[in-house]
């Protein structure tokens, strides 16, 4: 009934995410909407690493162990989880210095 | 199992993924039922033992002597009351949110292992994925918190979730010390490496072990939002909290929640420190003798005298809890986050550091004894070694 | 997994709870509402991980993501939202850049997915190297072997013959350490960033007391 699943299903996942989490970032205009679409391109990444670097759809792969990729996404989420504290925390200043955290108020560098 | 249905439906190969389907259904069945029957007599505990600690009977009409239906009439109860949403609510968010709370919880008893062979499914990473689980309950709560668009059920879901995410930090440290015992994070491994006399369990391995299992039991009370630690329902401050709002079933799903999380807690803390389903006494081995080497029926028997010591391990921790409730008063929330973070947190970091010393110094023990250990971890860990060593 | 076609339904579940997320966060107007989406999102892609054999991860994924990340992004909606479920505001001319930037962006990217094989044809590179002709299975990736490898032994790059180990074939220490630093550094710029404002020619404890 159902055909084997194989990277190539995995890398689908990832493109809705990527375009999805683009289109995220350039619609939306409140500083945690963007973050969340940051969040989601990282995760289309994450998911292209675990396809490549995985036993179970690459059962039959002569080095007989790939950890790259795993520990690629380690460091993907390590960092990720480091960004979403900064960004945040500019998140708070920018609404207490312009009341609001919609970015395109915060144009006072404006020439 | 998906394959014996299979067969004996006769399906053809390409229908084979409904027999699939269907197990997986029946399994999940199950495993509610299961879910359900313990957070039933968890609600009449708590009754019961709220009573007697207040010098009362607890119920007592329902269902006999002891009010044995008593959890039957609850559930009756609030499912024939007014089901309420508030104005001013997000009306999906709000309808979600209960729901949101209880299924983490319910994913628990997928990796939590009842017996040496009796778990729903076997994770290597077993200990870290409920610990991972159990936090996502809390986003449940700041959603009902926030969804209900009143100011008290805001406040609790903001206090709920500072505490959930603070004490998930010491809660995970200490549960690092089994994990870091038994050289593996699959908490059948670890259940076996307790195996024997009580003295194996890692609560009574070195001092710094029975900190740590104090310290867990802090963090797990604090971490199921219970007394005392329910700051986020506080309802001498903030009505009730993040579910105010809330009536009749989806109140009851966030109940549900609150007790299947303390079962699950309490049975993260029974294998990782308590022996999971081994007795204080090895009886188990002196009946049946090794497990390999024997038929099925023996081995089935000595599993479910594996289960029911995990239950009853389970049950007193349940108990605990609930006397907990009843006995402690409620700290401000200040308080709460300075335990955590001013005591709770340093005190588990030094008792890792501590048993990580303990290992180092003493690997066979006080006594020189030795200890089971997992070995497959070690040897894997060996095996690299060698490699990387060998020209 | 119970066989294949456990493993594809289990996938083609998941799947939809992961794009049915990523869809909710673009489409809903209420960023509460994004965050929910995000939540099943990340969760689905955490039992992706699960699926493709990679438990630790996915474990770490619904500790750091789900249970983490996006606690603190709520928290932070809370905190900056001036009245409860603020809607979000998006013009037509937003909507218009981004859909000329999807399309071909999609366009792309399908191209790139459809092209590829799926082989195993790393292994025949890596067979001439070695020299090593019976495929072996592949190994499952413990936690043990992920820490060994962040510790400086990585497993992964040895030959099955035993072959000479080169350098850079060491693991993930160093990368390992510039990320803990990394971490303490983001930690002090975060409470630095976050904390309240004082007015100039005021000590903290002064603030505190007036505003009590």
């Given amino acids: 009934m159902f055909s084997p699943i194989t990277p190539a299903h995995y890398l689908f996942v990832g493109i809705v995410l990527f375009v999805t989490g683009m289109i995220c970032l350039l619609t939306k205009r409140n500083i945690i909407a963007i973050l969340i679409g940051v969040e989601l391109i990282l995760n289309a990444a994450n998911i292209n690493f675990i396809a490549f670097s995985s036993p179970v759809l690459f059962p039959k792969r002569v080095p007989p162990l790939v950890l790259d990729g795993q520990i690629f996404v380690l460091f993907v989420m390590i960092l990720a989880a480091a960004e979403a504290a900064v960004a945040l925390a500019i998140a708070l200043h920018f609404y207490s210095r312009f009341g609001t955290v919609d970015v395109d108020q915060g144009d006072e560098l404006k020439g | 199992m998906a394959q014996w249905l299979s067969d004996w439906l006769t399906l053809s190969p390409q229908w084979e993924w409904v027999a699939y389907l269907t197990v997986a259904l029946l399994q999940a069945v ?172 890692f609560v009574f391995h070195d001092p710094f072990t029975f900190v740590a299992f104090w310290i867990y039991v802090i963090c797990a009370v604090a971490g199921t939002n219970r007394a005392p630690f329910d700051l986020a329902e506080a309802e ?76 009853i391990k389970c049950i007193i921790g349940v108990v605990f809890m609930i006397s907990l409730r009843w006995t402690l008063p409620r700290p401000r929330i200040d308080q709460v986050m300075s335990m955590c973070w001013k005591y709770c947190f340093p005190l588990a970091a030094l008792a890792f550091l501590g048993a990580t010393l303990w290992v180092l110094m003493l690997p066979d023990g006080l006594l020189g004894q030795g200890h089971p250990k997992a070995s497959t971890c070690e040897q894997s860990v060996m095996v690299t070694v060698e490699r990387i060593e060998t020209p | 997994m119970t066989g294949p076609d456990g493993m594809a339904i289990l996938f083609w579940l998941f799947a939809i709870v992961t794009c049915g997320g990523a869809l909710v966060v673009v489409l809903s107007r209420h960023i509460v509402r994004a ?74 990217l399908v191209q790139a997915a459809l092209s590829y094989a799926p082989t195993d044809s790393v292994s025949a590179q890596v067979d001439a190297h070695s020299g090593v002709s019976t495929p072996v299975g592949m190994l499952p990736v413990t936690p043990a072997r992920l820490g060994m490898a962040l510790l400086g032994f990585s497993q992964d790059n040895h030959r099955p013959d035993g072959g000479e180990v080169s350098h850079g074939d060491s693991g993930y220490l160093l990368p390992f350490e510039l990320i803990s630093v990394h971490l303490l550094v983001v930690l002090i710029g975060a409470a630095y960033l976050a904390r309240r404002e004082v007015p100039s020619g005021m000590t903290p404890r002064d603030n505190q007391g007036q505003l009590q």
């Fill in chain 3, 35 to 108: 965050a929910v989406g995000l939540i099943l999102s990340l969760f689905g892609v955490a039992m992706l991980f699960l699926l493709a054999g990679a438990e630790f991860v996915g474990a770490m994924q619904l500790m750091i993501y789900v249970g983490g990340t996006v606690v603190l992004l709520a928290f932070g909606v809370m905190l900056t939202a001036r009245r409860p479920l603020l809607p979000l505001s998006t013009t037509r001319d937003q909507w218009l850049a981004a859909v000329l930037l999807a399309c071909p962006l999609t366009v792309i």
């Fill in chain 2, 236 to 311: 001498s401050e903030l009505v009730a909290g993040f579910h105010t709002e809330y009536s009749g079933f989806r109140w009851s799903v966030f109940y549900m929640g609150e007790y299947a999380a303390m079962a699950a807690v309490c049975g993260l803390g029974v294998v990782l420190f308590l022996g999971g389903w081994n007795g204080p006494i090895p009886v188990a081995e002196w009946l049946f003798g090794p497990a390999s080497s024997t038929s099925p029926i023996v081995n089935f028997l000595s599993q479910l005298l594996g289960a029911v010591n995990f239950i």
């Fill in chain 2, 30 to 201: 199950i495993l509610l039922a299961l879910v359900m029957t313990a957070v039933a007599l968890a609600t009449w505990a708590e009754r019961k033992v709220a009573g007697r600690i207040q010098d009362r009977l607890g119920p007592t009409r329902v269902g006999g002597r002891f009010g044995w239906l008593q959890p039957l009439a609850d559930g009756l109860k609030l499912f024939t009351k007014e089901d309420l949403i508030p104005a001013n609510a997000d009306a999906v968010l709000f309808r979600l949110a209960p729901y949101l709370s209880f299924a983490p919880v319910f994913g628990v008893f997928m990796a939590l292992p009842f017996s040496d062979g009796w778990v729903a499914h076997h994770f290597n990473t077993a200990a870290f994925f409920i610990l991972a689980v159990l936090g996502l309950e809390v986003f449940g709560i700041i959603l009902g918190g926030y969804a209900s668009g009143s100011k008290w059920s805001l406040l609790g879901g903001m206090r709920e979730a500072a505490q959930v995410v603070s004490y998930e930090v010491p809660l995970a440290f200490s549960a690092m010390l089994p994990i870091l015992l038994a050289g593996t994070m699959d908490l059948v491994a670890i259940g076996e490496a307790q195996r024997g006399w009580f003295w194996n369990w």
